[in-house]
């Protein structure tokens, strides 16, 4: 079973709106990253945030993590039509290095 | 220009043939790593490696294979015992597995069809 499982599965949204994705986990983590994926492409890390943080910005993305909930927020604001795309969370075991399980993703799409 | 690369793009075979799919960096990483990504689905993780000679099985590891050779490439094989090859797979590499806090970085993927 997948350790981290994004909500909702997928979301619509219009231009300057702002676009929030929720990732879930099971197990103790030293970290939490943000990809994204556009269609038929390879994905892109976006943000990481460690266990010991509980927010991290990065232009218009901002991301919490509440470890005591196991979960996190992945929120885009004042979206654009070229943020379509789905968003992946990716969680580490904890001492089990760099090996990372993902989501199963959200699929944003915003309307121009 | 650094980066991961993946070919071909898209590759067809016929069912019970062996296929092998590429994977070079030139990040100088030190880990590399295959997943799977089923349409609409998150990526699982088929095996990894840590070190040139050395590779981990993932979470889906029956029915493929790798090699390490060498540090920049990290080839997949598909084989004929792989019940449902037909999937898109993504290579990626990050700068040390058995640190914490590392980014992967990925490739372009590989859609694989066979029929």
């Known amino acids: 079973s997948q350790q981290g499982e994004e909500d909702p599965q997928a979301l619509s949204i219009q231009e300057g709106e702002n676009a929030t994705m929720n990732c879930s986990y099971k197990t103790s983590i030293n970290n939490l990253q943000w990809y994204r994926q556009n269609s038929g492409r390879g994905l892109v890390h976006l943000i990481l945030?460690?266990?010991?943080?509980r927010e991290k910005h990065s232009g218009r993305l901002r991301v919490t993590l509440d470890t005591s909930k196991k979960s996190s927020s992945l929120l885009i604001t004042a979206s654009r039509a070229a943020d379509t795309a789905s968003y992946f969370c990716a969680t580490d075991k904890y001492n089990a290095g760099n090996m990372l399980t993902f989501g199963g993703g959200t699929r944003l799409m915003v309307k121009p | 220009d650094g980066g991961i690369t993946q070919s071909p793009k898209y590759l067809f075979r016929k069912e019970g043939q062996n296929v092998t799919l590429s994977c070079e960096q030139n990040l100088n990483h030190d880990a590399m790593y295959w997943y799977r990504q089923d349409p609409g689905q998150g990526l699982r993780l088929i095996y990894y490696?840590?070190?040139?000679?050395?590779?981990q099985k993932g979470d889906i590891a029956e029915g493929y294979s790798v090699s390490r050779e060498k540090k920049e490439s990290f080839p997949l094989t598909v084989t004929s015992a792989q019940k449902n090859p037909t999937a898109f797979y993504l290579c990626a590499s990050s700068t040390q597995a058995l640190a914490e806090h590392y980014e992967q970085y990925f490739g372009p993927g590989t859609r694989l069809t066979v029929t």
């Open positions: 490696s840590q070190i040139v000679n050395d590779f």
């Open positions: 945030i460690r266990s010991n943080e």
